[in-house]
């Protein structure tokens, strides 16, 4: 069955980097466009980022993160990307890797947490 294992979370000072990872199984992760979600502590789910099938030669960010944040994907290795830069503390949040089924967006990771906090 379809799995999406994110890691790469944790806590960082404002300004500084992290990059997340999503361990895709059960699907030819090649063949799907992928996409990152987070959601903030009591707020509602927010969409990051998308990349597209194949050789991921085009990515799409929401404005709040475009030109601190990439998206990547390596089809080798079933694992998609995400490299925070430049973090702040409106960045906080459960970030997860989607990607689509029967509906789009039809499944979901487990979670990683990330804090951007002094």
């Known amino acids: 069955q379809v799995q999406l294992v994110e890691s790469g979370g944790g806590l960082v000072q404002p300004g500084g980097s992290l990059r997340l990872s999503c361990a895709a199984s059960?699907?030819?992760?090649?063949?799907?466009?992928m996409y990152w979600v987070r959601q903030a502590p009591g707020k509602g789910l927010e969409w990051v980022s998308a990349?597209?099938?194949?050789?991921?030669?085009?990515?799409y960010y929401a404005e709040s993160v475009k030109g601190r944040f990439t998206i990547s994907r390596n089809n080798a290795k079933n694992t998609l990307y995400l490299q925070m830069n430049s973090l702040k503390s409106d960045d906080t949040a459960m970030y997860y890797c989607?990607?689509?089924?029967?509906?789009?967006?039809?499944?979901w990771g487990q979670g990683t947490q990330v804090t951007v906090s002094s």
């Open positions: 059960g699907f030819t992760f090649s063949h799907y466009w």
């Open positions: 989607a990607t689509d089924g029967y509906i789009p967006y039809d499944y």
């Open positions: 990349i597209n099938i194949g050789d991921g030669s085009s990515t």
